[in-house]
């Protein structure tokens, strides 16, 4: 339906801002890629703001033997990457994204005007689905130092972390 509606527009010389929402159906990350082709065609230029919202009500039976893959990757958000003046951008999905510290390095060099990047911010504890995805995140904080690095407006950053290495600061 999003790929319908931005093609009935020729022209996104002026879209600085956009929201995308799914509704709760569970469906697979990457049937985001073509939408976010078009729009990345399209508004390449302009875009400085992107939510996407794209939730999944766990209560509908899945087939276990092939659940949907929810989790968001580089590989999905890859036609953003010639979103170059992106300044906001926020993921708001059912589970985190699944990103190592190379893909976030990559949406650094990507992104290098963002000010607010939310790649998750919900609460893995809200449930308890290992089979349709994973608990632990993959990026750790050594990948912070290529967001401070290349992207020097960044004001909030929100992304999944694993910070189970990060040593246990010394008792005074």
Known sequence: VLTAFLESFPNFARLSSARLES??????????????????????LTLEELSIQSLTSFCEVLDPTVPPRLH?????LAPLARATRLRRFFLDASVP??????DFGALARWWPSIEHLGLWTRPVDAFDYPTYFTMQPRATPASLRE???????LCSLSVP??????PAPAQA
């Open 23 to 44: 509704d709760l159906k569970p469906r697979a990350a990457d049937s985001w890629i073509p939408a976010l082709e078009h729009l990345a065609t399209k508004a390449n």
């Open 72 to 76: 968001f990757t580089l590989a999905t």
């Open 97 to 102: 994204a699944d990103m190592n510290d190379a």
């Open 147 to 153: 967001f401070s690095e290349v992207c020097g407006r």
């Open 161 to 166: 972390m694993d910070i189970s290495a990060v």
